[in-house]
């Protein structure tokens, strides 16, 4: 069985390495592809330009959101996946920094699954991606794919 695939879109350096990093420690052995800003997530995810040679196989399991991202917002990013039906049911997590109540409020109203704030702390921040990767990863049924 194929290890599934997360998407991290995230452009600050030291949370990508605080995330890579908790994923490791929480003995999560997916394959975790980057893209640092909203223009590539949507390349990535549409499989387009320098991500053309991905497969429908290569299609994230999860895709985990920052909202705060150069060239297109998260938010925006949202909407997009939420359109295109090939993406429309892919899971989404939003895992932001962001503490505003309409960040929240409206990644829910564009169709986040989940929405989850990043503990300062290593240590919550650790707990928290093992419960992400136990319930995404183990747990949730993800529907099938679109072609």
């Known amino acids: 069985m194929n290890k599934k695939t997360i998407l991290l879109i995230e452009d600050n350096q030291d949370d990508i390495e605080l995330t890579l990093r908790a994923f490791k420690k929480n003995n999560i052995l997916n394959n975790i592809d980057v893209v640092k800003d909203g223009e590539e997530a949507l390349e990535y995810l549409y499989q387009k330009g320098k991500y053309s040679h991905l497969s429908n196989e290569d299609y994230p399991e999860l895709v985990l959101l920052d909202l705060k991202l150069p060239k297109i917002g998260g938010l925006e990013v949202l909407k997009k996946i939420r359109e295109n039906k090939k993406t429309s049911l892919t899971p989404v997590v939003i895992l932001t920094s962001s503490k505003e109540e309409q960040d929240l409020v409206n990644g829910y109203k564009f169709g986040a699954n989940s ?25 949730n049924e993800s529907p099938p794919r679109e072609k």
């Open 115 to 139: 929405y989850i704030r990043k503990p300062v702390d290593f240590y919550q921040f650790i707990e928290a991606v093992k419960q992400l990767g136990l319930y995404w990863l183990v747990l």
